[in-house]
């Protein structure tokens, strides 16, 4: 006899939930400053220009950093919905959704009808990917990739089918266009480790199509490359040595054309990975009761599968253990096998699966979940001004209920990527005084957006023709220039400014 909510149920209502609440937050949540918006704005950019080819970092400045996958998702989006964030996150939103049916489809096929619920949920509610899973960014094109390629080399091996084992190198095609040799990276040595310990190179090298399945990546990936140094020489250079070598070796690095280092302490991607997974990391806890010998005859169980995902949930994770430059969505490639690692937790002797096994424990965490989703929309949707995150957005549609023909929105100080997006690229930017003061100059009305602390190092004369039209909390506000004051003619503001010209 059942309960009357069964935990796959349970886990079933719990997806469903988490599912709606990212759609919500897909059509009503900003894009943000700096990440998100950027890569929406270069998105926005592609389809003006109709540049399919070269990300563009600003008009005619190629955006060399990361390969166009992503990209060309967004501005498929664009093209199609117009430009607005449901339509550059939607396909990115498709592919984690592939991303959980692919988790599904291992679940059902290694655990059962049960773990193909429960598998997807945990993913699903592990914060990281929820939030990766409609952000404008590379990552979320980078994890279907290294997903498939685990899913359908094991299928392959497994079944012998030859679909699962070029979509292998399909999956390999698609982490190259997302973030170049990472992907190899990520998903060849923990593959290397487990035919390795588990003396299946014969039975790999039989069942898995290698001739014919990089010649398949390799046609799937190289064009672009080649198309994209012939277009603008030196991308490979600056791709392959600065963004795979000098980004994850020198501590802040400097090389970074279109952004800023991000020094960390060696070691700081366990710390992201368990914030990123949390609550649900908390069920490897159900690991600890078992003795190495038990273990050992878990992992190795069932064709090593429980070995399999261990060691795809630990190498992306040991490998950036001593990189000195990473961010928060490193750890993303390792939590489709913590999913599948929650899933199958073996019980303990007498007792339940690990969602089953504590029953009330199992609430609390669902419930943590659910809070934290929760918060999430209602500071996205309630009180923006007290997200972790700014945008623009407020302030550009203040500005566009003001103005009038001829009107001019100009940013003092550094560069807002989510302004141009919501602006179509016709907001400026400045940290000079002299560009602050011809725009003020110029016809038409110029409104002017900084933050309110910087006004105590706007020059006075400029301070004086300034009047506040609106604020966004700690973000930047927005001031009219006033048409009552006198023109700059003749004001030096280098020497009323301790910006400086």
């Not at 001019?408 to 400026?428: H, M, N, Q, W």
């Amino acid at each position: 006899m059942s309960l009357p909510a069964t935990p796959r149920s349970r886990m079933g209502w719990l997806l469903g939930f988490l599912l709606i609440a990212r759609v919500l937050l897909l059509v009503v949540a900003p894009h943000t400053d700096p990440s998100e918006s950027r890569y929406a704005e270069i998105a926005r950019k592609m389809v003006e220009t109709g540049d399919w080819i070269t990300p563009q970092f600003d008009y005619g400045v190629p955006f060399w950093a990361k390969p166009p996958l992503s990209i060309w998702m967004s501005a498929l989006g664009i093209a199609l919905f117009g430009v607005n964030e449901f339509g550059s996150r939607i396909f990115l939103f498709v592919a984690a959704l592939m991303v959980l049916l692919l988790v599904s489809r291992a679940a059902r096929r290694e655990l059962g009808r049960n773990a193909s619920v429960a598998a997807p949920a945990f993913l699903m509610g592990m914060p990281l990917f929820f939030f990766c899973s409609a952000a404008v960014m590379t990552d979320i094109a980078l994890l279907l990739g290294t997903t498939l390629s685990m899913v359908c080399f094991r299928e392959a091996l497994r079944s012998g089918s030859r679909w699962s084992g070029y979509g292998f190198f399909a999956g390999l095609a698609i982490g190259l266009l997302a973030k170049g040799p990472l992907a190899l990276v990520i998903v060849l040595p923990p593959l290397a480790g487990w035919v390795f310990l588990t003396r299946s190179i014969w039975r790999t090298w039989e069942k898995i199509p290698w001739i014919t399945g990089v010649l398949l990546m390799l046609a799937l990936s190289v064009p672009w490359y080649v198309a994209a140094e012939r277009k603008t020489p030196g991308f490979i250079e600056y791709f392959l040595i600065g963004e795979h070598w000098k980004r994850f070796t020198v501590r802040g690095w400097q090389g970074d054309l279109y952004g800023n280092a991000h020094p960390v302490t060696p070691g700081m991607i366990w710390v992201y990975l368990a914030l990123g997974s949390a609550p649900w990391c908390l069920g490897l806890l159900g690991l600890l009761p078992f003795r190495w010998q038990r273990f050992r005859l878990w992992a190795m169980d069932q064709d090593a599968r429980g070995l399999y995902w261990v060691l795809w949930l630990l190498w992306p994770v040991a490998f950036f253990t001593s990189a000195r430059n990473i961010i928060a969505t490193y750890p993303l490639p390792a939590l489709p096998a913590l999913a599948l690692l929650l899933a199958g937790i073996p019980p303990q002797e007498g007792g339940l699966p690990f969602w089953k096994r504590f029953h009330p424990a199992g609430r609390l965490v669902v419930g943590m979940g659910v809070v934290l989703v929760c918060w999430a929309i209602v500071v996205t949707v309630i009180a923006p001004s007290h997200s972790p995150k700014h945008s623009e957005r407020s302030l550009v549609q203040r500005f566009k209920k003001e103005r009038k023909a001829g009107d001019l929105l100009i940013y003092y100080g550094p560069r807002k990527y989510s302004a141009e997006f919501y602006t179509d690229g016709s907001v400026l930017s400045t940290t000079s005084a002299n560009e602050l003061l011809a725009a003020m100059d110029a016809p038409g009305r110029c409104f002017v957006a900084l933050p309110s602390w910087w006004m105590t190092m706007v020059p006075a004369p400029v301070k004086r023709r300034l009047k506040l039209v609106g604020s966004w909390g700690s973000g930047p506000s927005l001031y009219l220039e006033r048409t009552d004051m006198p023109d700059m003619a003749g004001i030096d503001p280098s020497k009323t400014s301790p910006i400086g010209n």
